[in-house]
């Protein structure tokens, strides 16, 4: 059975840190490209960060210079550092797996609200 279960979101301040977990089980997680995607009230998920297995990194031009994109592949962990947050970066936070041969998994999302 694949679960991938993201844990560390919460309140956090204007400028302040936050890093998102994702623990994924069932899968072949280094042969899985990772992914952060997130959703915003009223508005389409959209994809935040993606590493690969090798640890080739991509990030959407909004969270640039101040998101990281991480992985542990001997845990079967990816995270997602948040750095100098912004109130527009309020939003539930899902980790994806995939697509490896067309099968995508995803987390249940982690809610990230930046508010003073």
């Known amino acids: 059975q694949v679960q991938l279960v993201e844990s560390g979101g919460g309140l956090v301040q204007p400028g302040g840190s936050l890093r998102l977990s994702c623990a994924a089980s069932?899968?072949?997680?280094?042969?899985?490209?990772m992914s952060w995607y997130r959703q915003a009230p009223g508005k389409q998920r959209e994809l935040v960060a993606t590493?690969?297995?090798?640890?080739?990194?991509n990030y959407a031009d909004s969270v640039k210079g101040r998101f990281t994109i991480s992985r542990d592949n001997a845990k079967n962990m990816v995270f997602l550092g948040m750095n100098n947050v912004k109130p527009e970066d309020t939003a539930v936070y899902y980790c994806?797996?995939?697509?490896?041969?067309?099968?995508?998994?995803w987390g249940k999302g982690t809610l990230v609200t930046v508010s003073s």
């Open positions: 994806k797996a995939g697509p490896l041969y067309g099968i995508y998994y």
């Open positions: 069932g899968i072949i997680f280094i042969r899985n490209v």
């Open positions: 590493i690969t297995s090798g640890g080739s990194t």
